[in-house]
């Protein structure tokens, strides 16, 4: 059965702090893991990635991926109170045709 | 161009009731998806359409849902004689076909809200 795997589901910093997210996954036919950000209701893309070892990066957030261990990183540096959200991980199963979601990491960032 | 829109944004209605949620994805994306999420829960994948492929239906978590997309568009989601565990907030998304790898961001409507009493 296809699994994603997130870890912490919750973590709460401070102001000016960096992050590691972590997700792991199993799944029948690896396409690509894509990361969202959701704050209110709809979440919002952050990466997607497909290649082992090449860090996709935006402003303070960057993730890469390790296909051979099966999981991915999310780093997000000097953290803001605006990036407080939960922050999911979603991989394309090729042979099922659909995204299998991880539970989500909550990250509160304190002043 | 507008992003995905749903509707309604919030929805209350009794045990039993029938209701239908709404998503019109964005402009030339053939694949679309829904999803639920329970209150702290991730998000739960329950259907999807590509073009006018028969629907992978196997997310559905019980015979009283169903969904439909005409012209390829538009997509409801209906769910018949509602219970108090259906309530959570209805996602939808659409991407463009696949078939690329780049085809594989999709693009979050804002929701529907189902509160079922």
């Known amino acids: 059965e296809d699994k994603v795997v997130q870890s912490p589901l919750s973590l709460v910093v401070h102001e000016g702090d960096t992050v590691t997210l972590n997700c792991s996954y199993e799944v029948t036919n690896f396409r690509s893991l894509l990361w969202y950000k959701q704050e209110k209701k709809a979440p919002t893309f952050l990466f997607m990635l497909?290649?082992?070892?090449i860090e996709k990066k935006s402003g303070r957030l960057s993730s890469i991926l390790d296909k051979k261990e099966l999981f991915s990183i999310l780093n997000i540096t000097a953290t803001q109170t605006g990036d407080s959200a939960v922050y999911l991980c979603?991989?394309?199963?090729?042979?099922?045709?659909?995204?299998?979601f991880g539970p989500g990491t909550r990250l509160s960032v304190l002043p | 161009g507008a992003g995905v829109s749903q509707s309604p944004s919030n929805k209350v209605t009794e045990k039993g009731k029938d209701v239908e949620l709404r998503c019109d994805p964005i402009s030339g994306h053939t694949a679309l998806y829904w999803y639920r999420q329970s209150l702290g829960q991730g998000l739960e994948f329950l259907i999807y359409?590509?073009?006018?492929?028969?629907?992978?239906k196997s997310g559905l978590p019980s015979d009283r849902f169903s969904a439909e997309r005409t012209g390829g568009s538009v997509s409801t989601l209906t769910i018949q004689r509602t219970q108090q565990e259906d309530s959570a907030v209805y996602l939808c998304?659409?991407?463009?076909?696949?078939?690329?790898?780049?085809?594989?961001?999709?693009?979050f409507g804002p929701g529907t809200r189902l509160t079922v009493l």
């Open positions: 497909t290649s082992s070892g």
């Open positions: 979603a991989v394309f199963d090729n042979y099922g045709q659909n995204f299998v």
């Open positions: 998304a659409s991407s463009l076909p696949v078939g690329g790898l780049s085809t594989d961001t999709q693009y």
């Open positions: 359409f590509q073009g006018n492929s028969a629907p992978d």
